[in-house]
């Protein structure tokens, strides 16, 4: 596979479900972020990580909480969610060394979550 | 905080025409500018991106200007396609420390081409 995959493409949960939204890049980057595009709002950034630190944390409420076990994987971890939260998540990678690089976004399909 | 501005929100024109997609951004400190296209669901593709440096850059039918001490850019799709049909979104990335993903985006232009 090449690019940046996300799974699943669709998600519908309750307001007390837990789940989880993955993404992959096949890029070699070493920055990975989520972002959200709701349907009011430009998109938002959301999380940033680099080189599986995290960097930047937008002023997201704690019930979306990121994890990054390698510069290849990002997972968002949903609980307790509003219906509010509904969006489209997307996640995005590049390459971050300041100075060496374009700073070119790739971004992948997107995940779209239902809050009922 | 960077505000990012797309006009017009929507477009709507025949085939063949050619077209000009305006963005503006309020602080002209600004690491590059990408330009974006978004099918209905679908995620982003990185059309053209231009660093602060650049002037325009062009790939195939598009072409991208950028003058940033004005904080505008301009998206120019020659000889529009019913393929082209789309939401283009601008972003622009800050020049003020942050990291280099950190995009402002617009809410983008609604692109509709009819044979």
């Known amino acids: 596979e090449t690019g940046v995959t996300q799974t699943p493409r669709h998600l519908v949960m309750g307001m007390t479900n837990k789940k989880s939204l993955k993404c992959e890049q096949h890029?070699?980057?070493?920055?990975m972020y989520w972002y959200k595009q709701s349907a009011k709002k430009p998109l938002e950034l959301m999380f940033v990580?680099?080189?599986?630190?995290?960097?930047e944390n937008n002023s997201v409420p704690s019930r979306f909480s990121p994890e990054c076990p390698n510069s290849s994987h990002l997972f968002l971890h949903l609980h307790t969610l509003q219906p509010e939260d509904s969006a489209l998540y997307l996640c995005?990678?590049?390459?971050?060394?300041?100075?060496?690089?374009?700073?070119?976004?790739?971004f992948g399909e997107g995940s779209r979550l239902t809050v009922l | 905080k960077q505000e990012v501005t797309q006009i017009p929100a929507a477009l709507s024109v025949p085939e063949g025409e050619n077209l000009v997609l305006n963005c503006s951004f309020t602080?002209?400190?600004?690491?590059?500018l990408q330009w974006f296209r978004q099918d209905p669901g679908k995620g982003l593709t990185s059309l053209l991106l231009?660093?602060?440096?650049?002037r325009e850059q062009t790939s195939g039918r598009l072409n991208a200007s950028l003058d940033k001490s004005s904080g505008r850019s301009t998206l120019y799709i020659a000889a529009s396609q019913p393929g082209d049909s789309a939401t283009y979104l601008c972003?622009?990335?800050?020049?003020?420390?942050?990291?280099?993903?950190?995009?402002?985006f617009g809410r983008g232009t609604q692109l509709t081409v009819w044979p």
């Open positions: 602080d002209s400190a600004i690491y590059n």
């Open positions: 972003a622009v990335a800050s020049d003020r420390g942050s990291t280099l993903g950190r995009l402002y």
């Open positions: 890029l070699g980057h070493n920055a």
């Open positions: 995005a990678s590049s390459q971050d060394d300041a100075g060496l690089n374009t700073g070119e976004l790739f």
């Open positions: 990580y680099n080189f599986k630190e995290q960097t």
């Open positions: 231009i660093q602060s440096s650049q």
